[in-house]
């Protein structure tokens, strides 16, 4: 059993597993240290007494010192995103993790891969999550492997795909793959199981295959999906669509690379469903139904967009952005940055005054339009202004927008209510490096209502380009003036 006093290395931190996993290990009093490629993009995500270091599993020299004095490491990498050989990629990543670990004497590792029976043959995707977990064994520690299938929470690979498609196809073309069988289970109930890892008694390493009390196909879950958001879906089976095909229809209608995508559906040739129920016996964790599950992902949708998301994990891989915006499940985002040599109050207070009197910085007349325009359709137009010019409070009126969050001289999300087919906000975060610079992180975030909601985005897409970098490269020259 772990004691708090002992470290334990998490990796996969900027994942979206390790990401979510991270706070609950913070809030148990554990002593945290993350491994990541870089650094400096967790440090700001992370609770000061949790440690980062820097290291790459497929450098095996940057590990010794990571896992030095190590009791329990988490393993939750995998490169499925990789441009090349993934599964090659993943074998070494685990041998260079496995030594490092027998070198260190690390006692225990918790390892989370992917359901299926090996006997019946894999896809290369679970093939490779099964090797992972074997090549870890050889490291001579305990292993505490557990075996997933589709995991139900906003932001996670499956989930997303699955939401995405409903969400945007009112007339899905459905291969084979939609009728094989799966056993979601929820990410809180994943987290449960990846902490209670912590204090199973015990030396032998041990498999347990996890999952909700209920089995269903792709299609099913797309169907009780629909229902919840009470869209109505026409599925239309046919016998064969190939897993190429099927990975670029992806692309085009999903967050998934159309890379990613093509090594997910090779999986879902396999039935990923629970068949030793060990698990249950073993531990003291009674998963929830698949409905609470989706109820729960689609009522903390808002608060987990702005945690980790599947596409945070720098394996993803990819490019960062693409004509449009990066797309996360049924949102739209456009994010753009630009740096400032002044201090986190000056860089922030001309956002602070944002809208009102002191206006947009930049295309004024355009956010004047806008606002005409959402009176003609019966909306609230541009008219509301501001409660005050200088200072800004959650639930504060800034023109059509309301303040959602704010922290001072941090953060501002507004929230857009004028008449849109969907639903918008508009983000601005100052975050100052070591050099005490600062950054400008400004973000527009896009939920669509429907076809006509996607149409309507990628319509005005080039002028909300020229609107936002505007006003952002005006925000750097008032912040500069501010000193």
């Known amino acids: 059993m772990a004691s708090k006093s002992s470290v334990m290395l998490l990796t996969g931190a900027t994942g979206y597993i390790g990401g979510r996993l991270l706070p609950v290990l913070e809030r148990r009093g554990v002593r945290v240290r993350c491994l990541a490629r870089r650094p400096e993009d967790l440090r700001p995500r992370v609770a000061p007494a949790t440690e980062v270091v820097p290291g790459d599993v497929l450098r095996p020299e940057t590990l010794d010192a990571a896992l030095e004095g190590v009791d329990t490491a988490y393993y939750l990498i995998h490169s499925m995103g990789s441009t090349g050989d993934f599964q090659s990629d993943d074998r070494q990543a685990a041998a260079n993790f496995a030594g490092a670990a027998k070198k260190a004497g690390v006692r225990r590792i918790v390892y ?140 085009l209608v999903t967050p998934v690379y159309a890379r990613v995508g093509r090594k997910l559906i090779e999986g879902l040739r396999n039935p990923t469903v629970v068949e030793d129920a060990s698990a249950l016996e073993t531990f003291p964790i009674h998963p929830r139904r ?146 005490k610079q600062c950054m400008i992180r400004q973000t527009a975030l896009f939920d669509p209502l429907g076809l006509f909601g996607l149409a309507y985005w990628y319509f005005l897409f080039p002028l909300h380009k020229i609107v936002f970098n505007g006003m952002l490269q005006a925000l750097v020259r008032k912040a500069e003036m501010e000193e």
Not at 191 to 200: C, G, K, N, S, T
Not at 340 to 354: L, S
Not at 373 to 402: A, K, N, Y
């Open 112 to 251: 989370l891969g992917g359901l299926g029976n090996a006997a019946r043959g894999l896809s290369k995707h679970l093939r490779s999550r099964h090797e992972a977990g074997e090549i870890l064994r050889e490291s001579g520690a305990q292993v505490i492997e557990f075996r997933a299938s589709i995991i139900i929470g906003s932001g996670s690979l499956s989930f997303e795909m699955i939401r995405a498609l409903v969400e945007r196809l009112p007339v899905m073309i459905c291969p084979k793959w939609v009728a094989t069988p799966a056993q979601p289970i929820s990410i809180e109930d994943v987290l449960e199981y990846l902490l209670a890892a912590l204090d199973l008694a015990g030396q032998e390493s041990r498999v347990f295959e996890i999952g909700g009390p209920e089995q269903v196909s792709y299609g099913e879950l797309m169907r009780k999906y629909a229902h919840r958001r009470g869209l109505r879906r026409v599925m239309i089976p046919v016998p064969v669509l190939t897993p190429r095909l099927s990975s670029l229809w992806l692309g």
């Open 290 to 435: 698949l409905s609470e599950a989706l109820e729960r992902a689609l009522a903390n949708e808002d608060r987990q967009f702005a945690e980790t998301r599947w596409s945070d994990a720098l394996s993803s891989g990819g490019p960062a952005a693409h004509w449009g915006g990066v797309r996360f499940g049924s949102r739209i985002v456009d994010s753009r940055t630009a740096t400032v040599a002044v201090p986190p109050p000056a860089a922030f207070a001309p956002i602070t005054r944002i809208g009102g009197t002191a206006g947009w910085y930049y295309g004024n007349w355009l956010w004047r339009l806008r606002g005409a325009l959402d009176l003609v359709v019966g909306g609230i137009g541009m008219r509301r202004g501001r409660r005050d010019p200088q200072s800004l409070r959650v639930g504060d009126v800034v023109d059509f927008w309301r303040v959602e969050a704010f922290e001072p001289d941090r953060f501002l999300r507004l929230r857009a209510e004028m008449k849109l087919p969907g639903r918008a906000w508009l983000e601005f975060e100052v975050t100052e490096d070591e050099h």
